[in-house]
């Protein structure tokens, strides 16, 4: 036995590794980044950044398919990009176990939306687990794949950024990792080739299998009623538990591991074992609405908040009905102002000449997801719109069918070029549309920790690989001549002439600005 310092990133990549898996595919999105660039260092894994989380899924498929224990990684909104294979990998089943890493964020700390995935579990028909600190990411990691490989699915595991990111004491039993062979792909056409005859018949068994689960829920060890007070009871699941016990340390708690299917024979027991039952969950109220429908009436979102983050204050307010007048206490109030620190773009960042440029020709630029986002705050001012990974471009393409603006810009950072703008510029040049396209070339994937792409010319391990270039795309799509152009961000004066001429011209244009992340450079004369 060993006790060990672990993040629940790191915790998940320690589980991973002790249960065998061979092959681990992500792409990087805070909160999830690190499981990928731990389990890099664990002997006998291969690893990968994937262009796109669509394209790591099915990476993780195919080693799945090929009889590997798998593991596949991204934030909550990536899970909206790999949503296509998701659904139809529920068909399919797997062969060696498959995990998916859909790490959530309450309260969009660092994402454009606070989106719950529990929907998804339950919209895909695919266990979710939902680990409380950074022990159970490691024991849940672990059990996922058991679970995955004996109920025949892909399982679902939804850590959020508190999970992620806070370290906490993990106990390792000492066990050696696994060192399973890979199995192998056995030909199966009706399991593995979704056309619509092996489709149906496929769905049928995803229900049965549903129906299996939901029934072994309820004898599962991560399911576990904790009896105190026969007067107060909470039904809750990660993050979530710590707060309620924190809040309420003699209240009986039914805590959740597996959030979907949810084990219905056992939340009836708990509710008939305590007199007054709440759910206590982030965002959506997902296990209330599963609860209610088992025709069991016990509320949660009635006292509680659907946006943000819960903490134990805001459950102590929330259910302070419950507490004796004795036992409330005045909280200590700090009569301290912080002032606001917005986040803005470097001193020195490469970015800031182009947008200084765009804002000068008071352009219609929509932006794209990444550090240049932060164009949109002052003094720059010069973002209008903001959507998804990619959407710069397509947004701009819209803009441009009306007719009512000027020639848009879209303006998009490397990594998210290589992650989904290629498409929309060649979408773009096929529908002979004339707008803008800038991308912003900072030689790393920066807002998520400096991560190498595809642009970058170099892999996860550092190994050197290929790099896109950028003026052969240009000519494949049709763009040539000074419709296309690669400038140094540091020169203020090619960026300005560059953007002008562009700007007047009646045709797709694509220019790329390059220069080296300011802290990305420091880092790299560091280890030099």
């Keep these: 036995m060993q006790k060990i310092l672990f993040s629940g990133n790191e915790a998940i990549a320690y589980g991973a590794y002790k249960v065998g898996v061979k092959v681990g595919a992500g792409y990087p999105g805070t909160p999830s980044t690190q499981i990928l660039e731990n389990l890099k260092d664990y002997e006998g894994v291969y690893t990968e950044w994937s262009v796109n989380e669509k394209v790591a899924l099915e990476v993780g498929i195919g080693a799945s398919y090929a009889g590997s224990r798998t593991i596949v990684t991204m934030k909550h909104v990536g899970l909206n990009v790999a949503a296509d294979p998701l659904f139809t990998l529920s068909y399919t089943g797997v062969n060696g176990g498959l995990v998916i890493v859909t790490a959530d964020d309450p309260d969009a700390h660092s994402s454009q939306n606070e989106q719950d995935n529990r929907n998804f579990a339950k919209a895909a028909k695919i ?26 699915t892909p399982i679902l595991l939804r850590p959020t950024t508190r999970i992620c990111h806070s370290k906490s004491v993990v106990i390792d039993n000492g066990r050696k990792p696994k060192d399973l062979e890979i199995k192998g792909f056995k030909k ?39 009896l105190n007070s026969k007067k107060i009871g909470f039904i809750t699941s990660g993050i979530s538990y710590q707060y309620v016990k924190d809040a309420f340390p003699e209240a009986s708690i039914l805590k959740l591991g597996m959030v979907y299917p949810l084990p219905e024979k056992k939340i009836k027991e708990f509710v008939s074992l305590v007199e007054n039952v709440f759910i206590v969950e982030e965002l959506d109220p997902f296990i209330e609405t599963e609860i209610k429908a088992m025709g069991i009436n016990i509320e949660g979102k009635k006292y509680l908040p659907v946006t943000g983050e819960l903490n134990i204050d805001i459950i102590k307010r929330a259910f302070s009905f419950l507490i004796e007048k004795e036992e409330k206490k005045e909280s200590i109030k700090i009569d301290i102002k912080i002032p606001p620190r917005p986040p803005a773009l470097c001193p020195g960042c490469p970015h800031r000449n182009v947008f200084n440029t765009l804002k000068k020709f008071g352009a219609i630029v929509s932006g794209d ?20 990974m990619g959407a710069s471009i397509t947004i701009a393409h819209g803009m441009a069918i009306t007719g009512k603006h000027n020639k848009p810009v879209a303006v998009i950072g490397d990594s998210t070029f290589a992650h989904s703008g290629i498409t929309g510029l060649l979408n773009a040049a096929y529908n002979r549309q004339n707008i803008l396209v800038i991308v912003l070339d900072n030689g790393t994937t920066a807002m998520t920790g400096m991560q190498p792409n595809p642009l970058s010319g170099e892999r996860i391990t550092g190994e050197t690989t290929v790099q896109l270039d950028y003026k052969k795309l240009a000519e494949s ?52």
Excluded: W
């Design 127 to 152: 266990p979710m687990l939902e680990p409380s600190d950074s022990q159970e990411a490691m024991e849940f990691t672990e059990l996922a794949f058991e679970l995955s490989e004996k109920y025949d």
């Design 188 to 226: 199966n056409p009706e399991k593995y080739v979704m056309i619509p005859a092996f489709a149906r018949k496929r769905h049928i068994e995803v229900e049965k299998r549903l129906a299996i689960i939901k029934e072994d829920s309820n004898n599962l060890s991560i399911n576990i009623i904790e």
């Design 369 to 388: 997801i990444g550090c240049y986002t932060l164009g949109v705050m002052p003094p720059f001012n010069s973002l209008d719109t903001c959507l998804d």
């Design 477 to 528: 799509v049709g763009i040539t001549g000074d419709d296309f152009a690669i400038v140094d961000a540091y020169k203020p004066d090619e960026i300005e002439k560059n953007i002008e001429s562009m700007l007047k011209s009646k045709n797709l244009s694509f220019l790329v600005v390059k220069g080296l992340c300011v802290i990305f450079g420091a880092k790299k004369k560091k280890k030099k």
